[in-house]
């Protein structure tokens, strides 16, 4: 018994990275090239904890845990809590792509969380809707410092190569904006629903699957979360289609050049 347990504290001991950057995303392509970047630096090593490979080591000048959260809010809890109980994680952040909600936003364009909340959370009458049971609140923020480097990031990305990236792929141009983004364990793909959803949060601005859990999960520990999302629909009855076809052609070209920058630019102040 004694022997399992110091070989079981080793192994923690092992795997944590103190100071070392969280970054997830739900599906492979919502990560772009970080893992071969990493790979390619050849410090990767790759843990597999739960069911999921955490790839470790340095990317872009920062030390990294990067990982697949897979889709919806427990799998994202669950990512985050490995990344922070086992990795020793104290910031992260989250890219993706979501649906646009609010009118201002249209496909192509990215959203910065500023703050999360869960669509499909009603534990009325005993709380008021959205509000998480025994936390006492319902909305959850982003790290504003972490944001606002990530919101940079975002904006050098889409000066560098927004108009070559709108032509290419027909978009009317590209624009960051800041605001709410909610997430529910449902991907929204009617025009009903987007109507119901703007009308409830009418400053959401896009809606997802993780961003949510993971910023509850954060605010309970005490660790600093960003969280990105591109707009790949505008969650109505197209956005299966578009979100396909958005997610094999550009997601990757999103993710790869905002993570780039970010990383760099928190490389040089980390």
């Given at each position: 018994?004694?022997?399992?347990k110091n070989n079981h504290d080793k192994r923690e001991r092992a795997l944590r990275m103190p100071g070392a950057l969280g970054v997830l995303a739900a599906l492979p392509q919502e990560l772009g090239d970080l893992v071969d970047a990493m790979r390619a630096q050849g410090t990767m090593r790759t843990v597999t904890l739960?069911?999921?490979?955490?790839?470790?080591?340095?990317v872009h000048g920062v030390r990294c845990v990067v990982t697949l959260a897979r889709v919806g809010k427990v799998?994202?809890?669950a990512s985050a809590s490995a990344l922070i109980h086992a990795f020793g994680v104290e910031k992260m952040v989250f890219t993706g792509v979501a649906g646009g909600v609010g009118r201002q936003v249209r496909v192509g364009d990215i959203v910065v969380a500023d703050a999360l909340i869960q669509h499909d959370l009603d534990a009325s009458p005993l709380f008021p809707r959205y509000e998480v049971p025994l936390l006492e609140r319902s909305r959850f923020e982003a790290d504003t410092a972490l944001t606002d480097r990530l919101a940079a990031a975002c904006e050098r990305f889409v000066a560098d190569e927004g108009a070559a990236l709108a032509e290419r792929f027909g978009l009317a141009g590209i624009c960051v904006h800041r605001g709410l983004v909610a997430s529910g364990d449902r991907f929204v793909s009617s025009a009903a629903e987007v109507r119901a959803l703007a009308e409830a949060l009418p400053d959401a601005l896009a809606v997802e699957m993780e961003g949510a859990a993971i910023a509850q999960v954060c605010y309970e520990h005490d660790v600093a979360c960003?969280?990105?999302r591109t707009i790949s629909d505008t969650a109505d009855d197209h956005a299966t289609a578009s979100f396909t076809s958005?997610?094999?052609?550009?997601?990757?070209?999103?993710?790869?050049?905002?993570?780039?920058?970010?990383l760099e630019a928190y490389a040089a102040v980390a």
């Open positions: 018994m004694y022997d399992d739960g069911r999921r490979d955490y790839h470790t080591g340095s799998a994202a809890a960003a969280i990105v958005f997610l094999t052609d550009i997601a990757g070209a999103y993710s790869s050049g905002v993570l780039r920058r970010f």
